[in-house]
């Protein structure tokens, strides 16, 4: 065959090597910012600065207070696969650093002007490095204080091509800004400051104390997010769980306040955000995004964080214990949200609601009010109701006063006024006593009279075989018959109308991928939520006050209370300061 049809393997220039990396790990000025700053926090260090200007586009500059890269060693940090975080084959296996893999320095240099510059500690004075484009430059003696610079100047000044994909200044900043969240959500003891164009946009002081902490938290996740979370922490097959979940008051739209780390290192995992979606599944309204910050701490070696050049991605030796931590820590959480146990605030609407203008009524409006109090007992619950002073304890969502149109309860605490929607309230109750019966009965199984046959792949009739007792816990009696298909005799009695075939195919497909499945547990759920949704009160049913009381009690003892069925607040609260602030009423 002609020689010129068969193009002949050679090997690439190390230089062109460097930019194919940096197509993976550089993406924008952001993904430096992201490079830079982790080398910093591996270098030890107590304060870094980062500077940016146009987005980043421009110029990123990290200045840290770390160890110092070796003045021997400057060329070998720009040179590819040379680190100082591994040594040995083993030590790929736990690595306890956020880098490791050697290629950042060196891949962008091969898209960019970057400049080294370090000093450590007892030296005469620092070096530096410049390289542009990957040419690399003599190093040559600079006068500065222990610690690392590293500028990184014009990204993709020579590649014009991912020079076209970079986005508005404001783009690239809220991108660079996200990076530094994330990366100070994940290292508490450090102090981080971002400065844009010369201007300071955030500071993060170093965050020692459990106060200081949540103070960071607060700084990242907002005041709003600190006030309506919970702590936890859990401990459980030599695993830690801890840091805060948001109240569902808190979900957003987005995904944007979901901070999860892995031996402090963010991640994004199929595994973790499965699991603490499922535990936020019965409190949140659809399509409505948890908010939480996660720490998980585990022996390096049962997670592998190479699994992709920006390691966001991890791999564990075996999800399953780490999914079910998560869950049961976040679900337990939740359950404790009941009524009137948490924090809540007003909702946006009525907490930034200007007061109204003082109304002026003339005399024959106030002497039709006078009639009309007259007429109507100011107070009809006073003599059911105890008066709320006198009461030694008023409970937290204290006694109702009156039935609004048909569908929300008024009462009063000891803040103010409490507004209850008296169905979306009802329907969790019902729904929770409901799941309690199930619960103490367990999931039923019912023998069907004929079998239902189901043709499956080799793969999931394998699977089927090998988590029998997985789909017995679930009340399923499924056996192979045959290399690709299955029998089920018996199926969990409530769902015994339900569409078989589809059922066990989700909970085959949830085994494959998540080693379990608790998809009969939340079909009975969504059955039981329909159930509870029918049997609850409808609007426009009038309650007696005792009626109302005996709803606002039950709430109080009612796990996960403040959110209905479908994840919609069942109550709130307008305190007595706020209702002043409308009237222009001093106190
Ligand atoms: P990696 O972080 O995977 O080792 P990099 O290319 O990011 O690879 O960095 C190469 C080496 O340069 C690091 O292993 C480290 O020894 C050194 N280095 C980079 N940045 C710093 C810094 N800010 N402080 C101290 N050493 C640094
Ligand atoms: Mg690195």
């Known amino acids: 065959?002609?020689?010129?049809?068969?193009?002949?393997?050679?090997?690439?220039?190390?230089?062109?090597?460097?930019?194919?990396?940096?197509?993976?790990?550089?993406?924008?000025?952001?993904?430096?910012?992201?490079?830079?700053?982790?080398?910093?926090?591996?270098?030890?260090?107590?304060?870094?600065?980062?500077?940016?200007e146009q987005g980043g586009m421009q110029r990123v500059a990290v200045h840290d207070d770390g160890v110092g890269i070796h003045p021997d060693d400057l060329e070998l940090a720009v040179a590819r696969h040379a680190t100082s975080k591994l040594a040995a084959l083993d030590d790929l296996d736990r690595v306890a650093t956020l880098g490791f893999r050697g290629e950042a320095l060196p891949s962008i240099a091969s898209v960019a002007r970057l400049t080294v510059r370090s000093r450590i500690e007892g030296a005469d004075c620092g070096w530096e490095l410049v390289c542009e484009g990957g040419a690399r430059g003599e190093r040559r003696p600079v006068a500065r204080e222990a610690g690392t610079t590293v500028e990184v100047r014009d990204l993709f000044f020579n590649v014009p091509a991912r020079r076209k994909f970079l986005r508005a200044e404001a783009t690239e900043l809220a991108h660079v800004d996200n990076v530094v969240r994330r990366l100070a959500l994940g290292s508490f003891e450090t102090a981080i400051e971002l400065r844009h164009n010369a201007r300071v946009g955030r500071r993060y002081p170093a965050s020692g104390g459990d106060d200081a902490r949540a103070q960071r938290v607060a700084a990242v996740c907002g005041d709003a997010f600190l006030a309506q979370c919970l702590p936890i922490d859990e401990q459980a097959g030599g695993?830690?769980?801890?840091?805060?979940?948001?109240?569902?008051?808190?979900?957003?739209?987005?995904?944007?306040?979901?901070?999860?780390?892995?031996?402090?290192?963010?991640?994004?995992?199929?595994?973790?955000?499965?699991?603490?979606?499922?535990?936020?599944?019965?409190?949140?309204?659809?399509?409505?995004?948890?908010?939480y910050a996660l720490y998980l701490e585990l022996d390096p070696g049962r997670v592998d964080v190479n699994v992709h050049p920006t390691k966001h991605e991890v791999r564990f030796r075996d999800s399953r214990p780490v999914h079910d931590l998560v869950y049961r820590t976040v679900h337990r959480a939740l359950e404790h949200t009941r009524a009137g146990a948490t924090p809540r605030a007003a909702p946006a609407a009525t907490a930034h609601r200007p007061p109204p203008t003082q109304?002026?009524?003339?005399?024959?409006?106030?002497?039709?009010?006078?009639?009309?109090?007259?007429?109507?007992?100011?107070?009809?619950?006073?003599?059911?109701?105890?008066?709320?002073?006198?009461?030694?304890?008023?409970?937290?969502?204290?006694?109702?006063?009156?039935?609004?149109?048909?569908?929300?309860?008024?009462?009063?605490?000891?803040?103010?006024?409490?507004?209850?929607?008296?169905?979306?309230?009802?329907?969790?109750?019902?729904l929770e006593k409901l799941k309690r019966e199930l619960g103490d009965a367990g999931i039923v199984a019912q023998p069907l009279l004929v079998p239902v046959s189901m043709t499956v792949s080799d793969t999931e009739a394998d699977l089927i075989e090998g988590h029998a007792p997985s789909f017995d816990r679930l009340g399923f009696d499924v056996s192979r018959s045959g290399p690709r298909s299955i029998s089920v005799h018996s199926v969990p009695q409530l769902l015994a109308d339900?569409?078989?075939?589809?059922?066990?195919?989700?909970?085959?497909?949830?085994?494959?991928?998540?080693?379990?499945?608790?998809?009969?547990?939340?079909?009975?759920?969504?059955?039981?939520?329909?159930?509870?949704?029918?049997?609850?009160?409808?609007?426009?049913?009038?309650?007696?006050?005792?009626?109302?009381?005996?709803?606002?009690?039950?709430?109080?003892?009612?796990?996960?209370?403040?959110?209905?069925?479908?994840?919609?607040?069942?109550?709130?609260?307008?305190?007595?300061?706020?209702?002043?602030?409308?009237?222009?009423?001093?106190?």
């Open 239 to 291: 695993m830690r769980l801890w840091g805060w979940i948001g109240l569902p008051a808190v979900s957003r739209s987005q995904t944007d306040l979901q901070f999860f780390y892995i031996n402090g290192r963010w991640i994004r995992d199929k595994v973790v955000t499965h699991a603490v979606r499922q535990a936020y599944s019965e409190v949140l309204y659809q399509g409505r995004q948890p908010a």
């Open 1 to 52: 065959m002609a020689d010129s049809s068969r193009p002949r393997i050679r090997e690439l220039e190390p230089r062109l090597i460097n930019q194919i990396a940096a197509g993976e790990i550089v993406e924008r000025p952001a993904s430096l910012v992201k490079e830079l700053l982790e080398n910093s926090v591996d270098a030890g260090a107590r304060r870094i600065v980062v500077e940016v």
């Open 359 to 430: 109304a002026r009524l003339p005399l024959a409006a106030r002497e039709q009010l006078a009639t009309y109090t007259a007429l109507h007992d100011p107070s009809p619950a006073a003599e059911i109701n105890p008066a709320p002073e006198a009461a030694t304890v008023v409970p937290p969502l204290g006694f109702a006063l009156a039935q609004l149109k048909g569908v929300y309860i008024l009462a009063e605490n000891r803040d103010g006024l409490v507004l209850v929607d008296m169905h979306a309230a009802h329907e969790r109750i019902v």
């Open 498 to 587: 339900a569409d078989i075939a589809a059922l066990v195919r989700d909970v085959i497909s949830d085994i494959a991928e998540h080693g379990h499945s608790r998809r009969v547990e939340q079909t009975l759920e969504t059955l039981l939520g329909n159930m509870a949704c029918r049997s609850a009160v409808r609007a426009n049913r009038r309650l007696s006050i005792a009626e109302m009381n005996a709803l606002l009690r039950e709430m109080e003892t009612t796990e996960r209370s403040d959110q209905c069925n479908h994840g919609r607040p069942t109550w709130t609260e307008v305190p007595l300061d706020e209702l002043d602030k409308w009237f222009l009423r001093g106190r």
